[in-house]
């Protein structure tokens, strides 16, 4: 088999990249704790099969492998199945703030040549797979184990930095937007943090809050705390607005700027009334 350019190298994958024709998979599921074995119970079930990857597995050359994570804490479980159903029992105290599950497809074998899979024409009808390759993608979930509240999560996003910078810069590491402004206005921001804190909001946090919404496209795939509480925000403020969440978390430019406003509500008017009070105190005394 010849892989054009275009092709998504190195085999077809059923649910990406629209590398097989036909439905994409769609399932069902549910999670629940346990209190009597104080263990969270995950439950999905393929609802949408494809008959060709139905068949590999009926050969015993693929399996239903569902892959569970929590990074905070290093817990990694899987488990495979040769039915469209999968049951996973994750121990409640190995794991922390939140869990990612995937559902597959694996190939449990070198398979040659296969020609009974609906891909796309740019596969040319035959198709190969290596021991382990991943052959359909069927599900990526992420499940929040801490109550989740968007004022609360907006603060674990941002951490402010005096450092050796000219002027005000954004960065991001795992967990954090880091805002950096110049140590030689320590004091002074740390002033205006104490008695008009909107101004910190409004003058670092929402260009920070920005900056990082311009970033998802390229992050949401990542395990980094502050995408995960991004894309949340996200959500809601797609569900609250009844619109769907863009592919790949990419807003246009006066989406990102109405995330900002809704998240940080009013937060130019609240700046403008605090500097005012602070103003007009000065000149009384």
């Known amino acids: 088999m010849e892989i054009r350019e275009n092709a998504t190298y190195p085999y077809p994958i059923w649910g990406l990249h629209n590398d097989f024709n036909g439905l994409e998979p769609e399932g069902t599921y549910n999670m629940h704790l346990e209190e009597t074995t104080n263990e969270l119970v995950f439950d999905y079930s393929i609802t949408v099969e494809n008959e060709g990857i139905k068949r590999l597995i009926a050969e015993e050359k693929a399996t239903y492998k569902c892959v569970v994570e929590c990074v905070p804490t290093y817990f990694l479980l899987m488990k495979e199945e040769q039915a469209p159903f999968i049951q996973v029992r994750i121990p409640a105290d190995k794991v922390y703030k939140r869990l990612t599950v995937k559902v597959l497809v694996i190939a449990t074998k070198d398979i040659y040549g296969c020609n009974y899979l609906d891909v796309s024409d740019i596969y040319e009808g035959v198709v190969d797979y290596p021991k382990g390759g991943v052959v359909a993608y069927i599900d990526n979930l992420s499940f929040d184990l801490q109550q989740k509240d968007n004022d609360t999560d907006l603060s674990r996003i941002f951490r402010t930095k005096a450092a050796d910078v000219q002027r005000v810069e954004y960065s991001v590491n795992d967990k954090h937007v880091v805002i950096k402004y110049p140590k030689d206005s320590k004091i ?68 990102i700027y109405d995330v900002a406003n809704a998240v940080l509500s009013k937060v130019h008017e609240s700046m403008l009334d605090e500097t005012k009070k602070v103003i007009d105190q000065a000149m009384e005394d």
């Open 188 to 255: 002074a921001f740390e002033s205006v943090e104490g008695n008009c804190p909107a101004v910190i909001e409004a003058a670092f946090v929402f260009p920070a809050l920005v900056f990082a919404l311009s970033l998802l496209p390229q992050k949401y795939q990542s395990e980094m705390d502050w995408v995960y509480y991004l894309k949340n925000i996200v959500d809601d403020y797609c569900a609250k607005n009844n619109m769907d969440v863009p592919e790949n978390y990419k807003l246009e430019i006066e989406e």
